[in-house]
T-cell receptor
Framework: DAKTTQPPSMDCAEGRAANLPCNHSTISGNEYVYWYRQIHSQGPQYIIHGLKNNETNEMASLIITEDRKSSTLILPHATLRDTAVYYCIVRVATSGSRLTFGEGTQLTVNP | NAGVTQTPKFRILKIGQSMTLQCTQDMNHNYMYWYRQDPGMGLKLIYYSVGAGITDKGEVPNGYNVSRSTTEDFPLRLELAAPSQTSVYFC?????????????FGDGTRLSIL
């Protein structure tokens, strides 16, 4: 699985958009980009995933660059409950393929 | 919606004791996983299973055993607990219809070995 690089921490004001970057310059054509988050002491929570097109769901938007070497997770209106560690993971979509978690980005949403 | 359920939530063991961490899911998922997370670190895969009767090692399998006799249950066994196994253990599952489906996690078991 490709390695990802994320900033260790970011801050965001409540109500503003949070834009979390991820670099995955060695991603291969059959690897998806997944985003999970982990709120303190809880299990990781799936947010969104995509292959090459931008994706949006009720939680967030995922913007993947045309060359697929980087992506951005956007939380459109961050709340205090969005404070968490956010993990960007690239993963081959084959049966039983595992998730490889890196260090993630600690997002702190401030009032 | 129960999802992935892990028991117990907390446990303290003495060195050399054994125990089983339970994990069950009610989503009829074929794929199940066990991860451990040490303080301040990301998750590391211990074992995984692609269906009943089939298990395989992950990154850090030493000191652990698993079994998968049913689709729903995937217990993790520690035979001789060691301080290095103090960690938070997460169980996860994912669906079978599409291989890119996300994994759903339980709330974890916090295990301390003293």
């Amino acid at each position: 699985d490709a390695k990802t690089t994320q900033p260790p921490s970011m801050d965001c004001a409540e109500g503003r958009a949070a834009n979390l970057p991820c670099n995955h310059s060695t991603i291969s054509g059959n690897e998806y980009v997944y985003w999970y988050r982990q709120i303190h002491s809880q299990g990781p929570q799936y947010i969104i995933h995509g292959l090459k097109n931008n994706e949006t769901n009720e939680m967030a938007s995922l913007i993947i660059t045309e060359d697929r070497k980087s992506s951005t997770l956007i939380l459109p209106h961050a709340t205090l409950r969005d404070t968490a560690v956010y993990y960007c993971i690239v993963r081959v979509a084959t049966s039983g393929s595992r998730l490889t978690f890196g260090e993630g980005t600690q997002l702190t949403v401030n009032p | 919606n129960a999802g992935v359920t892990q028991t117990p939530k907390f446990r303290i063991l003495k060195i050399g004791q054994s125990m089983t961490l339970q994990c069950t899911q009610d989503m009829n998922h074929n794929y199940m996983y066990w991860y451990r997370q040490d303080p301040g670190m990301g998750l590391k895969l211990i074992y995984y299973s692609v269906g009943a009767g089939i298990t395989d090692k992950g990154e850090v399998p030493n000191g652990y055993n698993v079994s998968r006799s049913t689709t729903e249950d995937f217990p993790l066994r520690l035979e001789l607990a060691a301080p290095s196994q103090t960690s938070v253990y997460f169980c996860a599952s994912s669906g079978t219809e599409y291989s890119n489906q996300p994994q759903h996690f339980g709330d974890g078991t916090r295990l301390s070995i003293l």
